[in-house]
Structure formats: structure tokens, C-alpha cells
């Protein structure tokens, strides 16, 4: 059993998440995998995603991992990142195609530019503020207003207002990051964001999967 | 509040070694490309490029060593150039954990790399890379390629436009008539694609002070801004030149 699993579908890079775990925790087992088994014995789950969201749901289902990942959401401590975060919602507007449904809502892309108002450049790429809206374990130690890197077209529109976890402005704001119950997913980087991005790893590594700190005795 | 403004250093790299005039005060080895890339990330480098100058395809691996000893150490974004000429190339760059890759003749030779590697791998991984050169007494630019070597014909903002369809998710646009002149970027070749794209623009060429970097932001409306000697010869630091943005009203990370 490892004590982490980043789930490997072929879409895009994942040794930068790996690299950036491993800084953190240099005696974790980290594994890179696309084996539903070894999906499911890790103690934590990272589920990234980089490229479209139509064609990361194809090679997800292509590697049959659709299952493990629910699974892993179900059970464990679960960290969601980039198109991993949008991938957990009802359907992406990239290519309108539907998500895991794990949370209701849809993935939207940023306005193309409207005449006489500034231009909106897109992708939303370089470093935004980050400003939680709940407290959560994963934020230990970043304050709010902390700048973390983004690179991305689209995000998330949740239906439930009780699973933001944090908003960014665009020019408008909107939603970066979600939690609920053992599940928290970001659109930013925390692997390419320094010292605030590890810190939210280190924070997830920490994590048990419960909202609060667990207390001995209670 | 909102995005910041980049600044990316950009450093000259052969056979895995950082090359030219890197001049940190304490620096052991001012070649080695992991203490180079730590220095930069300490004082708030945004990002960080590296431009692979190797001659001969035999040393080409070296540059796969260099960016996996500089991903486990340093996590901001990388991205690396020189010499990528297909998805291989591109795959081989990311898998030894680059973030984006650049790519320059090879784009203009064929154009179809782009939109083949950012069906691979996402428009966000891939940045073409434009060297262009005003054409005498017009306000237009022509492409040159083989590191400003070669004239294409191509009209420079026409073939930014063109890339950006094809799947690129930003463009590294240095002005050869202004590299390595330290008289600033060319702003109006700047301004020209940040107003016309809807893709980020990295300004280079020509930085020669910290007023330069202000200037390609508020004038040249660039979305970050690149620059190589003013950095490496210490006569200023990333963190200067954020502090400087700053006083100009413009929003960096700190």
C-alpha cells in the first residue's frame, strides 16, 4: 500500500505533481499510476488533469479508471487539481461533455472579449490571489489574498454554494476551489505555485479526510 | 486585485549548463543550472525560460538531466526552447518536468507541430516563439527564424494570429532589432500583438533597465515580460524589478 496515488490517465504531466509531493514528504511512497488496484490500496488520492476536458474523460473511461476515482472520492482523502477539479462536475461546456456528477454545476468558459471593454486574455494564465471562503485544513497556513498559479479556459459553476472553498477574481470572481466531506479540489496549481502550493500539499499529506482537525478522546 | 504582471528571466543553456554571464554575488557555480534556477525563484521570479543554444544534437539529451534536477527543486513554471522540432521532442521536454515548451523555426517550417502538440498536450504546454524584425519605415514585422538568421516573408502578427488558431496557448514575441541592444522593447510590435491576440503575450528584447519592464506592461500592454542580462549581471534583481512594477502601479506577485 503507498501513501499516495496520483492517478496516471495519460493526459498531460504529472511529474511536476509528483516532484512537488515528494519535496514535501520525502519519505512517502509516492506513486504515478493508472492501475485501478493501486488507485485504491493509497491512503491518499491526487487526481490531476491538464489539456480538454472531453479528451481526459475519453482516456480516463479508455484506462477504466472511472470507478477507482469515484471510488477514491468516496473513501479517502482527495485532492482534485485542474481539469481534475472540473472533471468532478455535471458537465464541462468544453466540447459539452458530461463530468463525473460527483458535484452538481457546469464548467464554463471565461467571456470571449466584448467590443469597447478591455481585453480578457485567455487562458487565465499566471498568478492570482486566492481568497477562501470556509476555513479547511488545507489552508492552514496560507493566508487569504495568497497568489497561486493558474493556467486555465474554463471553471466551475457549482449549484451548491456550501462546497466553495475559495474565489478569485477574473476580472469577475469566481470559483478556484471546492471541498466537501474528504473531497477538495482546486483549479490553480499548488505544484507550480512555491512555497503556498506546498504548503497546501504538505497540508493535504497531513490531512485525514475530516473537515476538522481530529481531536484524541472525542 | 487581480492576475499579476509576470517577469521571467530567461537563461542560455548548452550541454545542460547554464552559458553567459551569470554574475550573482556568492553564486558557487554559475553554471549550475539548479542553483541558477533557485536564486531567481528566491527573489520572486515568476516563471523561468530556458533557451537550449546546443550546436549539436549529440548534447541535446544533457538539457533532459538539467530540467528534471531543476523541476525536483524549484516549483514555479518552467519553460524550455532551442531546437524543438516535434511532439517527440515536446513530450520528451515535459515528461522530464518542463511545463511549456517553445517552439520557434520549427513552427514556421511546419506549422501543423502546434496544432498536433497542443492536441497532445494542451494548448497550455505549448508557447511559439516569434522573432520578428521590422520591416524598414512600415509599421510591420516579418518573421525570422534560425535564431534571426533566416527572413521567412511571413508578415509577424499574421502568423501570431495563425499560431494562436492552431492551438497556441501564448507567444514569446522578441523583437530582433531590439536584442541585445539594452534600448528597450519594441513596444509597438508588443502593443500590436497584445491588442490583437486573445492568447498571453511574453514581451522580449532588448531590456536594458527596470523602466524598460514597466514600459513593456503600461505601453506595450504585455502580459509578462522576459528579459536575460539585467538579471544575470546582477545589476538588478527580480524582486528590484517587481518593486519597481509596483511604483508604476502595475500588480506583480511579491
Redesign the interface.
Known amino acids: 500500500m503507498s501513501d499516495l496515488a496520483i492517478i496516471d490517465y495519460g ?3 504529472l ?2 505533481v509528483q ?2 509531493l ?2 514535501v514528504a520525502p519519505d512517502c511512497q509516492i506513486l504515478v499510476t493508472s492501475d485501478p488496484a493501486e488507485v485504491r490500496a493509497a491512503r491518499h488520492v491526487v487526481f490531476p488533469g ?3 476536458m472531453p479528451d481526459c474523460m475519453r482516456e480516463l473511461d479508455a484506462r477504466g479508471l472511472r470507478q477507482a476515482v469515484l471510488d477514491a472520492a468516496a473513501s479517502k482523502p482527495f485532492l482534485g487539481i485542474c481539469i481534475g477539479l472540473q472533471m468532478l462536475f455535471e458537465v464541462s461546456h468544453e466540447g459539452n461533455v458530461p463530468g463525473l456528477g460527483l458535484f452538481r454545476g457546469e464548467v464554463v468558459r471565461f467571456p ?2 466584448v467590443a469597447d471593454q478591455e ?1 480578457l ?9 486566492v481568497n477562501p471562503t470556509q476555513p479547511h485544513p488545507l489552508w492552514v497556513g496560507i493566508s487569504a ?1 495568497e ?1 497561486f ?4 479556459s474554463y471553471y466551475p459553476v457549482p449549484l451548491e454554494p456550501g462546497i466553495v472553498a475559495a474565489r ?4 469577475e470572481p469566481f470559483v478556484c476551489a471546492v471541498a466537501r466531506d474528504n473531497v477538495f479540489a482546486v483549479q490553480f496549481h499548488p ?4 512555497a503556498a ?2 504548503r497546501l500539499l504538505a497540508n493535504f499529506l497531513a490531512w485525514d479526510g475530516l473537515l476538522q482537525p481530529s481531536r484524541p478522546g472525542t | 486585485m487581480g492576475l499579476a504582471k509576470r517577469v521571467i528571466p530567461c537563461l542560455d543553456v548548452s550541454g545542460g549548463r547554464v552559458v553567459k554571464g551569470i554574475n550573482f554575488v556568492g553564486l558557487r557555480d554559475a553554471g549550475d543550472p539548479v542553483e541558477v534556477a533557485r536564486r531567481y525563484d528566491e527573489q520572486g521570479a515568476d516563471e523561468l525560460c530556458f533557451l537550449d543554444i546546443t550546436a549539436t544534437s549529440d548534447n541535446r539529451d544533457l538539457i533532459l538531466t538539467m530540467i528534471e534536477s531543476v523541476a525536483s527543486q524549484v516549483f514555479i513554471p518552467l519553460t524550455v526552447g532551442g531546437g524543438v522540432r516535434s511532439v517527440a521532442d515536446v513530450r520528451r521536454l515535459l515528461n522530464a518536468g518542463a511545463d511549456k515548451v517553445s517552439i520557434n523555426s520549427a513552427a514556421v517550417q511546419n506549422p501543423e507541430v502546434v496544432a498536433d502538440a497542443s492536441e497532445k498536450v494542451g494548448s497550455q504546454c505549448i508557447v511559439v516563439a516569434i522573432d520578428a524584425k521590422q520591416v524598414a519605415g512600415e509599421a510591420r514585422w516579418e518573421v525570422y527564424t534560425h535564431g534571426g538568421r533566416r527572413a521567412t516573408g511571413l508578415d509577424a502578427l499574421e502568423w501570431g494570429v495563425r499560431a494562436q488558431a492552431l492551438g497556441a496557448g501564448e507567444i514569446l514575441l522578441t523583437s530582433m532589432d531590439r536584442d541585445g541592444t539594452r534600448n528597450g522593447f519594441d513596444l509597438a510590435l508588443t502593443r500590436a500583438f497584445a491588442d490583437t491576440l486573445e492568447i498571453p503575450i511574453i514581451a522580449s528584447g532588448g531590456v536594458g533597465c527596470l523602466e524598460h519592464l514597466s514600459a513593456g506592461v503600461l505601453e506595450g500592454h504585455a502580459d509578462a515580460v522576459l528579459a536575460a542580462s539585467i538579471f544575470h549581471y546582477a545589476e538588478s534583481t527580480v524582486r528590484e524589478a517587481k518593486d519597481h512594477m509596483a511604483i508604476r502601479g502595475i500588480e506583480v506577485r511579491r
Open positions: 493526459m498531460g504531466n511529474r511536476s516532484k512537488a515528494q519535496h491538464q489539456g480538454a470571449h472579449p481585453r486574455k485567455v487562458p487565465h494564465m499566471g498568478w492570482n490571489e489574498g497568489r498559479y493558474f493556467v486555465h478569485t477574481r477574473y476580472p505544484e507550480k505555485s512555491q502550493g506546498l
